[in-house]
């Protein structure tokens, strides 16, 4: 199974049970305040959780970022050429 696959069939589990338990769908008893407080909710809590995780995520790989001083030279030595390129086509640069 590819990661997608894995992922849709998490996705449509949960969201089939979610659904079963959200409409009374299953003999299960639940207690009121769950099934009136909690279990509504429980998407958006779910959906704030991956925003916060993402964003964290990111925030500490962007903070952990390795730098590259190949890529850096690699880099000065392409900006010179295109220069020189264009100081020799008549383009004043400064």
Same mark, same amino acid.
């Given at each position: 199974?590819?990661?997608?696959?894995?992922?849709?069939?998490?996705?449509?589990?949960?969201?089939?049970? &979610?659904?079963?338990?959200?409409?009374?769908?299953?003999?299960?008893?639940?207690?009121?305040?769950?099934?009136?407080?909690?279990?509504?909710?429980?998407?958006?809590?779910?959906?704030?959780?991956?925003?916060? &995780?993402?964003?964290?995520?990111?925030? &500490?790989?962007?903070?952990?970022?390795?730098?590259?001083?190949?890529? &850096?030279?690699?880099?000065?030595?392409?900006?010179?050429?295109?220069?020189?390129?264009?100081?020799?086509?008549?383009?004043?640069?400064?």
């Amino acid at each position: 199974m590819t990661r997608a696959t894995e992922a849709a069939t998490f996705f449509g589990i949960t969201a089939t049970l &979610y659904l079963a338990l959200l409409f009374q769908w299953l003999p299960i008893t639940l207690p009121k305040t769950v099934q009136e407080f909690t279990l509504p909710v429980l998407p958006w809590w779910a959906l704030v959780t991956f925003g916060a &995780y993402s964003l964290g995520n990111i925030g &500490y790989h962007v903070l952990t970022f390795r730098d590259c001083p190949e890529a &850096y030279d690699e880099l000065q030595v392409q900006i010179s050429q295109a220069q020189n390129d264009l100081r020799s086509k008549g383009v004043s640069i400064k």
